[in-house]
């Protein structure tokens, strides 16, 4: 499997973003996608998730900013983000995981600063 990710960039606080991440490869119907995050320091926490069964996880951070969606035809998830916090600057990782593996993406750099 492999993920592609985009969307990343610079946005002043208060800002949007929405990020991208498509699949592709063997992909199994059951599967989960989600984004995962890693500032400098850090260990990298979940952000959001999404399962083919529709049910979606959030960070507590995140909640009610960011919200995750995905179309299983084009097996890619999306991350729009909302009213962003110089704290929500990070690596941004895509995630698919199914049948007990996982495989991650590249990264996507996003940076909230004035």
């Known amino acids: 499997v492999q993920l592609q990710a985009s969307g990343g960039g610079l946005v002043q606080p208060g800002g949007s973003l929405r990020l991208s991440c498509a699949a592709s490869g063997s992909i199994l119907s059951k599967n989960a996608m989600g984004w995962y995050r890693q500032a400098p320091g850090t260990q990298r926490e979940l952000v959001a998730a999404?399962?083919?069964?529709?049910?979606?996880t959030y960070a507590d951070s995140v909640k009610g900013r960011f919200t995750i969606t995905r179309d299983n035809a084009k097996n890619t998830v999306y991350l729009q983000m909302n009213s962003l916090k110089p704290e929500d600057t990070a690596v941004y990782y895509c995630?698919?995981?199914?049948?007990?593996?996982?495989?991650w993406g590249r990264g996507t750099q996003v940076t909230v600063s004035s």
């Open positions: 999404s399962t083919t069964f529709g049910t979606t």
């Open positions: 995630r698919y995981s199914a049948s007990g593996r996982d495989y």
